[in-house]
């Protein structure tokens, strides 16, 4: 089961949650706001350079590292 972590857009809280499928509803445990930035966790980084013979452009179009998932884009 993966482990997100979430940064809350309301409170800054930042909290991290199993995500059991999709419909799993994640909430602040300091706020309960239901507004949250899912943050690139260090579990699904893909670190083996699986890809290593490849070019140098990246496979995901756009969005940086993560796709924009973790806002490391500008
Ligand atoms: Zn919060």
Redesign the pocket.
Known sequence: MPIYEYL?D????RYERIVMNGNTKIT?P??A?AKHTLQLSVFAAPANGSKASGGSSPASSGGGCCGGACGCKN
């Not at 309301?10 to 809280?13: A, L, R």
């Open positions: 809350c309301d409170c800054g809280e602040c300091k706020c706001s």
